[in-house]
């Protein structure tokens, strides 16, 4: 049975993020996947990571919960809004303080390579904007979406990292998000 993680990063508890999570975990649970959703905007914990790297700051219960939570998964989905072309502050910070080395990356001796500790597990991003979807990825370049797939899930060993963008977010009818929803669940149930 496949252990699904979804992260809700957007900072608003009550948004469309909430809702696209809420109908993932539907079609996930469909199919038969153990689901378990944390919503970023309920967790207490300091977004800033204080030291770097020089001095390891320990995480509070919360963040300690999660680390256990991506550890036991095979799947992670992160669903969040693209803000500024990348994404809210609460996720940077979240991913600042949780994917650490030692957890998800370590160094080698004497090389310039990383080792990849989150290897066997694979993700799902679902993202909203208020941009065209093309116009994000064409004439933006898509700097949000490469920095969470390529510069820190795979940089970490998740592979495959599979995107799902929906756009025009601030124009779109009631039947737009619905469609929009009716995805998210049939990717929950394909358990992608």
């Keep these: ?42 967790l207490k914990f300091d977004p800033i990571l204080r030291h770097g790297y020089n001095t390891r700051t320990e995480l509070e219960p ?13 799947h992670l989905v992160f669903i969040y809004p693209c803000w500024w072309s990348t994404f809210p502050a609460l996720l940077k910070g979240f991913i600042d303080r949780v994917f650490l080395p030692g957890f998800t990356f370590d160094t080698k001796p004497d090389s310039y ?7 066997g597990k694979t993700a799902r991003l679902i993202v909203t904007m208020d941009a065209p979807t093309w116009y994000y990825r064409l004439i933006n370049g898509s700097p949000g979406l490469k920095a969470m797939k390529k510069c820190t899930l795979e940089f970490c060993g998740v592979k495959p990292v599979k995107v799902t963008t929906f756009g025009l977010m601030k124009t779109s009818s009631t039947d737009q998000r619905e469609k929009m929803l009716q995805k998210a669940e049939q990717l929950g149930h394909l358990l992608k």
């Design 1 to 42: 049975m496949k252990k699904i993680l979804i992260i809700n990063g957007n900072p608003e508890k009550d948004s469309f993020s909430t809702a696209l999570s809420e109908r993932y975990e539907i079609g996930a649970k469909k199919a038969g996947a153990t689901c378990n959703t944390i919503h970023l905007s309920e």
């Design 113 to 119: 390579k990383y080792k990849k500790l989150l290897k």
């Design 62 to 74: 919360d963040l300690m919960a999660v680390v256990y939570e991506i550890e036991s998964s095979d």
